[in-house]
């Protein structure tokens, strides 16, 4: 099964399955990243983005590096601007060639 036929997920669960797996509330875990409270509670709870500095937060509290978490939520917003967008993307005709493996070159 492709992850494209998968719901979206928003970065906040995950997030939470973390601060719940070590036993952490979201103000403490704030508080050992530096941030206000609220900020990881509305992640959690699936209302805020994780922005580029939070995904540096993150990724160095749980050594999985920001790249990890930004992964994250592209994969969410990307999900969630395809129902958006539904047949009006499908509508949208390529202007390249698709699948012959040429590249248009430059020049």
Not at 35 to 53: F, Y
Not at 75 to 87: N, P, S
């Amino acid at each position: 099964m492709s992850d494209e036929n998968l719901p979206p997920i928003h970065p906040g669960e995950f997030l939470a399955d973390e601060l719940r797996a070590l036993g952490l509330s979201a103000r403490r875990f704030a508080e050992h990243i530096g941030v206000p409270h609220n900020a990881v509670s509305e992640i959690v709870a699936g209302r805020r983005s994780i922005s580029a500095s939070m995904a540096l937060r993150l990724g160095q509290a749980f050594a999985t590096g920001g790249q990890y978490w930004m992964s994250l939520q592209d994969l969410y917003d990307a999900k969630i601007a395809r129902e958006a967008l539904g047949d009006r993307l499908a509508a949208i005709v390529p202007l390249v060639p698709v699948g012959d493996g040429s590249q248009a070159s430059a020049g």
